[in-house]
């Protein structure tokens, strides 16, 4: 599934999709700017290489790692880049809004309470069932199930998400 969202507002002419290599930042890492979407991105610097889809978990100076269990618990916001950002490198996550591609596990089901670091399955990848070792992304949705075995991207309604740790 592949959507199309542009920012609107400052920063001007900001390309979602586009990412930066490690000598080249285009923008202040922390800066947000608003999508067509009606949503808010984020401009996050890579901690390890961050798969396309996959939640992530950014910390206090904008550095984006993979989601577990362990940094979703340590009061780091969550965040969805729509393209894989190589480790090291720029570009932008999405931190709320519709038209979010997110990673669910297999037979994931739509509109129910979704975790990250549930035991046996991967980081940065969202399920239902409460597992040991899960935390709670609250705010975050997907709005279609996921009717395969395997890992895959839907589409998510994102609001005000937070990780809970519970």
């Given at each position: ?5 542009f ?5 001007a ?30 401009y ?25 269990s ?88 994102v609001?005000n ?6």
């Amino acid at each position: 599934m592949t959507t199309e969202v542009f920012a609107q507002g400052h920063p001007a002419g900001a390309n979602f999709n586009q990412v930066d290599n490690s000598a080249s930042a285009e923008y202040k890492v922390g800066t947000c700017a608003m999508g067509s979407n009606g949503g808010q991105w984020m401009y996050v610097q890579a901690s390890g290489s961050l798969a396309i889809n996959s939640l992530v978990a950014i910390d206090e100076d904008f550095t984006a790692r993979v989601a577990t269990s362990a940094l979703a618990g340590a009061g780091d916001k969550p965040g969805w880049p729509q393209v894989a950002i190589p480790d090291n490198s720029y570009g932008w996550a999405a931190l709320d809004g519709s038209e979010i591609n997110g990673l669910v596990a297999g037979s994931c089901a739509a509109d129910t309470k979704l975790y990250v670091g549930s035991t046996g399955v991967t980081a940065g990848v969202l399920d239902d069932a409460s597992a040991t070792g899960r935390v709670t992304v609250q705010g975050a949705v997907a709005v279609t199930a996921n009717s395969t075995s395997a890992d895959a991207a839907v589409e998510l309604k994102v609001t005000n998400p937070v990780f809970l740790d519970v």
